[in-house]
């Protein structure tokens, strides 16, 4: 006799608040055959926490490719499974799309039980433009990676959302400031749903100054937030400055000025002021 395939659940967990997790949530985990877990002694201690006892089985960014036909195949052997991460929702700039895309691939119900996520809790607490809006993850850690992924969105007139570590905040708020001008509006949100929760508004270089200014505005976890380019002439100077960035490594400031503006049709002198 065959046995039927059970379901893989994604799982959020919470963000900080351990009151957000839902009582669906606690109730897939509980009936869960095991976890499977971004950081097994992360979700030992929630799932202590509520007082349950499941087998835990670590899938991270190392070991997901090669252990998820093995999880796959416990699956179709029947077992129910939950995939957490260790906060928040799955696969939202944490591991789990390769094991979801194997199950799938495989004939495995696959269902979400929804919860907390950073970006969405930032966004709707943000009051910037939320219709339409483009999510980024963490930025590059390099700083020359970075400042050319920034370029890269300067034009884009969605509003951006992107998570970063404490370590960095204050240097990609100096990177989105020279990316994306001083006066740019923009939200950040630190260590959401936890005691510290702070949400500063104002533009990316008034942002700037404040976390400059309170160390304490340096800790924890932060969702950047900025306004998408209001419109197309403001797009252009962004993708002229973009360029401008990338000729002037190979030709005299005035030329790479000249070049960019005609490519962009922006402004010569907001490239350049030579």
Known sequence: MTATPATLF???????????????ALDTLRGADAVCAEDTRHTRQLLSHFGIERPLVA?????????????????????????????????????????????????????????????????????????????????????AARRERLARLAGETRTLVFYES???IAESLADLRAAFGDERPAVLARELTKLFETVLDGTLAGLQAQV???????????????????????????????????????LPPSTAAKLAAEISGAPRKALYGG
Do not use: W
Request: net charge negative; charged share 25%; with cysteine.
């Open 10 to 24: 994604v799982v959020a967990t919470p963000i900080g608040n351990l009151s957000d997790l839902s009582p669906r």
């Open 59 to 143: 899938l991270h960014e190392h070991n997901e490719e090669a252990l998820a036909q093995k999880i796959v195949a416990r699956l179709l052997a029947g077992e129910t499974l939950a995939l957490v991460s260790d906060a928040g929702t799955p696969l939202v700039s944490d591991p789990g799309f390769r094991l979801v895309r194997a199950a799938r691939a495989a004939g495995v119900r696959v269902s979400p039980v929804p919860g907390a996520c950073a970006a969405i809790a930032a966004l709707s607490v943000a009051g910037l433009p939320s219709d339409r809006f483009a999510f980024e993850g963490f930025l590059p850690a390099r700083p």
């Open 166 to 168: 404490s370590h960095r």
């Open 212 to 250: 400059e200014a309170d160390a304490d505005q340096r800790r924890g976890e932060f969702v950047v937030m900025v306004q998408g380019a209001a419109d197309d002439a403001e797009g252009q100077v962004a993708e002229g400055r973009r360029l401008y960035a990338r000729l002037v490594e190979h």
